[in-house]
């Protein structure tokens, strides 16, 4: 069991060393991730220029909202593994996974965790910069059970993420390229991951809908749980059971994905 897991461990470590290897160009991402702070900034400020509140909550707490927003995004966002996936089956480099005991999925997670701790780490440097400039616009709730109930919801979001990732992977072993899919995808969670707007502004029936698809558990739902879009406890276990179902349902179809594209695997390179 133990060696088992050590795999695992190894396979963070490298990432973690690969991905310290381009920390300057996570760290550039961060600060110019601060632009587009400020055209929300902007963009929100005139919203609320006639306005006390929308969808009853005030200037401060959306802005919290769209900086939690993009803390998120770093920590659990999937950026490049569908990509790099993609590239493993197209180039044979995956044929290695094929005669050696690791699990592929579990080798890219420990791969992803990495990154994401690199990226989330990165990110707070220029959030402790623009903070002075922020704190008077900022209300964070001070509720004691939103931080654990927000990790462990973080924690889900993540293998979403990463799950949806790996399921545009797999698709390279049916299409030569997944560029449309996944654009398609980013788009979809653009609007439905609460990224441009937050989804408590959507009509009643559309959000209620969106509860029930994968997007809104990516990064909405832990950010509303830590800027007290989500008040009720009870919504928040609700919204936890849907979470861990997704989970389950992708990690499932991934493993379907998995087993059928080895089918039709020409094992070349690698």
């Known amino acids: 069991m133990f060696a088992a ?23 550039v991402r961060g600060f110019f991730s601060l632009f587009h702070l400020a055209v929300v900034f902007v963009l929100w400020g005139a919203a609320f220029a006639h306005t006390p509140t929308m969808g009853g909550f005030n200037f401060a707490q959306t802005l919290t909202y769209f900086l939690v927003m993009l803390v998120m995004q770093f920590f659990v966002g999937a950026f490049n593994e569908d990509y790099q996936i993609s590239e493993e089956i197209r180039n044979g480099l995956i044929n290695q996974f094929l005669l050696k005991p690791i699990n592929y999925f579990l080798y890219r997670f ?59 992977g797999m698709l390279t072993f049916w ?57 009720e406890l009870a919504l928040v276990w609700q919204g936890l059971g849907i979470q861990l179902i997704w989970v389950v349902v992708l990690l499932t179809f991934n493993q ?4 059928r594209g080895l089918r039709r695997h020409t094992a070349v390179g690698g």
Request: charged fraction near 10%; include cysteine; glycine fraction near 6%.
């Open 175 to 231: 299409f030569l390229e997944i560029q449309g899919f996944v654009i398609l995808s980013m788009a979809v969670e653009s609007i439905l991951g609460g990224q441009m707007f937050p989804l408590d502004l959507l009509p009643g029936w559309v959000y209620r809908i969106a509860q029930f698809l994968p997007f809104y558990y990516q990064t909405y739902f832990p950010t509303a749980i830590l800027t007290g879009r989500i008040n």
């Open 256 to 259: 379907f994905l998995w087993h």
């Open 110 to 168: 420990s791969i992803f965790l990495a990154a994401r701790f690199v990226t989330g780490a990165l990110i707070l440097i220029p959030l402790v910069i623009a903070l002075p400039l922020l704190r008077n616009y900022l209300v964070i709730p001070h509720d004691l059970w939103r931080l654990p109930m927000g990790l462990l919801a973080m924690g889900l979001s993540a293998l979403i993420q990463f799950s949806i990732a790996y399921c545009f």
């Open 5 to 27: 897991f050590d795999k695992y461990r190894q396979s963070f470590l490298v990432g973690l060393q690969s991905n310290l290897v381009y920390r300057m160009n996570f760290a």
